[in-house]
């Protein structure tokens, strides 16, 4: 999307000839929803996404014939964060795409 905006050819190539049939999420970090504000595309993104400002993540080990059992644990607060985008947002990667391609190709 820069490249085009200065004017330089791009060619976007993508595998898949239609949306995926599976849900792929895209996880924005907050310098990330700092760039898509640069390039002016951040309302649409924001309105199209779900943003949280804490993850959990919990590890899990699988054996088949038994039930999981938790190895580890962590948590990111974004909201100890000094910025503006003191979140993150998870957007469809084709919303974000769409998104992307509209604004490139004007």
Do not use: W
Request: aromatic letters at 6%.
């Amino acid at each position: 999307m820069k490249l085009a905006s200065r004017g330089v050819n791009v060619a976007v190539v993508e595998q898949l000839k239609a949306e995926s049939p599976q849900y792929k999420g895209e996880l924005l970090q907050p310098k990330t929803l700092a760039i898509l504000e640069d390039l002016g595309v951040i309302d649409q993104v924001l309105a199209s996404g779900h943003s949280f400002s804490s993850l959990e993540y919990i590890e899990l080990e699988r054996q088949s014939s038994e039930q999981p059992r938790k190895v580890g644990e962590s948590c990111m607060d974004y909201g100890l964060l000094t910025t503006p985008y003191n979140y993150a947002l998870m957007i469809p990667h084709e919303t974000l795409k769409s998104i992307l391609l509209k604004k490139a190709n004007q």
